[in-house]
C-alpha cells in the first residue's frame, strides 16, 4: 500500500461474501470537502494500490472542480467476460450490501470500468438511496454521459483559454483527436461560435481540409459508415498525424500518451485542451508550457462529467446541469489560468496548488468521519 500522508486514504474498507464469493473494496482518500467520489471498476486484476491512486486523482478533480465532494474509489475483483449476467448482478448486490455502512455518508460510488446504468441501479436500490451512486438510469434520475456534459466543459475551457491569450474563437482554426463523446461535443460547440474544424481524427485515421470541416457532415459520416475518415474532400493521413496539423487549437479527446517529448518542437498548437486522460506527461506540458503553448490539463478541462454526478447527486434537471458546469468550467479555468500567468507556473502546477489549498481548507473546518 501507498504510504498514508496528510491527506489520506482515510477509509479502505474490505468486503467478501462467501455465498457469491464477491471481493472488493472501496478506498475513501479524503472527506475534508464532502462524501468521496469515484467509480467502482470491475476487473480480474485490480487493486488497493490501484484504487488508492485513482482515489487521490478524484480528490483532486472535486476539489478542483469545486464541489462538495472528496475523493474515493472502488474495484470488485471479477472477469466481467468469464461471469454470468446473473452473476454479475449477484456480485454488485452483495458488494452494495458490504458499502452500505459507507454509503451515502462517505461514499458516493459511480459506474467505472465493466459497470454501467444497470450496476448503479442495482446500488441504489439495495443500499435505498438515490444518493449512494450516480450514473443511474434516466427513470432514477440519472443524467447520462451522452448529454455531453464533458464535450460541454471542455468548451468552455477552450472558451476562457482563447480569451486568456487575447483571441477571438471565430478566427481560430481546430484539430479534435478523437470524435467520440467528448469530440463530437466539442466539435458541435466551437463550430456554432464559429471556429473552424480543419481536421478529425479517430481510430481508422485523421482527415484534413485547410479550409473547413462541416460538424454537420461530419456527424452523418461518422453514423452512416462509423469513421469521419470516409468524409469527401478533405486529404487522409493516420491517426498519429493529427498532432502535424498547422491548426491554433488543439482538442485531446482519445487515447493517453498521444504527444510524446519529441513532438515538442514540432508541434505548432497555441492551445491544446486536454478533453482526454494523461495525453502527455507532465514534463512534457512543463517542455510545452516554456515554449510558450497554453495546455489546459484535463483535471481542469474534462471535469464537466463529475460536475454532471453532482448534479444528479443532488436531484438536478437537465438544464441545472448545463448551467453548472459552464459556470464551474469557466470560473476554474479563469482562476488555474491566472495563477498559472502569474507565477510563471504552467497551469497544472496551478490547478494542483488551487486543489490543495481547498482541501487543506477543508481539513481545518471539518473533522474526519
Ligand atoms: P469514446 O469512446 O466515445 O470516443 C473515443 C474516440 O476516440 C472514438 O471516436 C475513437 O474512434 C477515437 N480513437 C480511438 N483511438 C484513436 C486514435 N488512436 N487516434 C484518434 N482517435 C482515436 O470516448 P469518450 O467518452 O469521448 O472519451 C474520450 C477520452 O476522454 C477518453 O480518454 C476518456 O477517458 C476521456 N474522458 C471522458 C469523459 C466522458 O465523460 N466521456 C470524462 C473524462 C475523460
Sequence with gaps: MEKFDEFGPEKILQVYDP????????????????????????????????????????????????????????????????????????IVKAFAEGIKVIAPDVYVAAPDMNMAEEEMEIIAKTIGSKKACTGKPKSMGGLPHELGSTGFGVYHATLVAIKHLGLNVKDMTVAIEGFGNVGTFVAKFLSNDGAKIIAVSDSKGTIYNKNGLDYNKLMKVKEKTGTVINYVK???????????????????????????????????????????????????????????????????????????????????????????????????????????????????????EIAIDRVKKGMKCRPMK
Excluded at 259 to 288: C, H, R, Y
Aim: hydrophobic content about 35%; charged content about 30%.
Design 19 to 90: 455465498e457469491t464469493g464477491m471481493k472488493g473494496f472501496t478506498v475513501v482518500d479524503n472527506t475534508a470537502l464532502g462524501p468521496g467520489k469515484g467509480g467502482i471498476r470491475m476487473t480480474p486484476t485490480v487493486t488497493v494500490e490501484e484504487v488508492f491512486k485513482l482515489a487521490r486523482t478524484m480528490t483532486w478533480k472535486c476539489a478542483l472542480a469545486d464541489l462538495p465532494f472528496g475523493g474515493a474509489k472502488s474495484g470488485i475483483v471479477a472477469d466481467d467476460k468469464k461471469i454470468s449476467p446473473e452473476m454479475k448482478k449477484k
Design 234 to 352: 478533405c486529404e487522409k493521413r493516420d491517426c498519429e498525424d493529427i498532432i502535424s496539423i498547422d491548426a491554433d487549437i488543439l482538442i485531446t479527446a482519445a487515447i493517453p500518451d498521444l504527444i510524446k517529448d519529441k513532438d515538442v518542437n514540432k508541434l505548432k498548437f497555441k492551445i491544446i485542451s486536454q478533453g482526454s486522460n494523461i495525453p502527455m506527461t507532465a514534463e512534457t506540458e512543463e517542455k510545452l508550457h516554456k515554449k510558450g503553448v497554453l495546455v489546459i490539463p484535463d483535471f481542469v478541462a474534462n471535469a464537466g462529467g463529475v460536475i454532471s454526478s453532482y448534479i444528479e447527486y443532488i436531484g438536478g434537471s437537465e438544464k441545472k446541469m448545463f448551467k453548472t458546469v459552464e459556470e464551474k468550467i469557466t470560473k476554474n479555468t479563469r482562476l488555474v489560468l491566472e495563477l498559472s500567468k502569474k507565477k510563471n507556473i504552467k497551469p497544472r502546477d496551478a490547478g494542483m
